[in-house]
């Protein structure tokens, strides 16, 4: 290298550095408990969003992790660890309900962002909580196009029963089915079904008892809860409802619950808050995303979490944009200030809504030949 190049490599490199800012973004997440399938899938799809963008950007974006362990204790100190410590400037994609609402009162308190919680749950679309940017549909919503779609094909409401934990998720499930049947003034709330397990355990049995009871003959079963739950109550209820289908919301594990519950994947359908891979309506958008996670991970092991935290963090980067300050008031200041963008869903969006939420969009899905989502185009009770 001789000495004009060398000096035009130094100033590159010192204007490059004059000119570049580095944004400090804070998660916390479970990594090894419960929940950390969704906490690993979530961090995996911002990384890859973050790696992609920092190649061709003058803003290059850290994200900063720590584990609680879905303890909301845990979150309470990380999340302050992250901003007095870490000076991050923004707390992206904590996963639970639970964590989230331990957030709420630090980011009310520092006036810092807080965006794309994966939580559904409705105290985080509530107006009190301006510092608060949801990205996917709540619980409450998911459950309310389970029950529109179960009406709309001629589902009565003595035919539906709700089964949920007895916690928020499990009533923002609840409330949900309530409010589909509520705004049809012909329909009688007292005639839906609902029984709960406790939250944290496996112990379904009473309630699936008290299902049988009744002896109602239910067509549908919207199941709220955890992953282990609704495995051991499918296979239970089976025994007994072998015509009924059954309802569950984003936050399970579909492929968890495919490899469980193969023997029954006919009857068994999942809401989705994104497109699933199979769909040919947002085809660009998906590729984009896997050509990226591929690049970061070099891996396929991506999944609809990781793929709700690679657009949670391009939604993130295009509030940004290329400020060249950047700090938490820049940042929700953009946040607050973003209109009508499409981060490749193919809609317009932001969050100027009392709920303070990008998306309201929700995908029905059911598992194919290869056990894989795909997008309901027809009558779920076409056959009866």
Known sequence: ??????????????????????????????FSGSLSYLGKSMK?????????????????????????MYDPLLTTKYVKKLIKEDDVSVILGSIGTPTA????????????????PYSGGDVLRLSENEYVFNFRASYSQEAYSITKKLLSEGVNVNEIAVFSQNDTYGNSGYYGVRKAIMENKNLIISDLTHE????????IELGLSKLLDLNNKYKAIIVVGSDEAIIKFIRYAKEDYRQVKFFLLSPTDNRKIARELFLFSEDIFITQVLPPFSSKDNIDIIKEFIKAYELTHNSKDYNITSFEGYLSAKLLVKAIQENKIINKEKIYNSLKKL???????????????PKSQYSDEIWICQFNDSYELTTVKDSIYKDE
């Open 196 to 203: 709960r397990y406790t939250s944290g355990t496996l112990n």
């Open 44 to 68: 995996k799809g911002i990384e890859s969003y973050f790696n992609n963008y920092n190649k061709n950007s003058n803003n290059k974006y850290k994200l900063i992790v720590y584990n609680d």
């Open 339 to 353: 209109r009508e963008i499409d981060i490749g869903l193919g809609f317009k969006s932001d969050f100027n809504n």
């Open 101 to 116: 609402n331990a957030i709420l009162p630090i980011v009310k308190e520092n006036k810092i962002p807080f965006v794309a």
């Open 1 to 30: 290298m001789n000495s004009y190049t060398k000096k035009t490599f130094i100033f590159f490199l010192f204007f490059n550095f004059l000119f570049s800012s580095e944004i400090k973004v804070g998660m916390t997440a479970d």
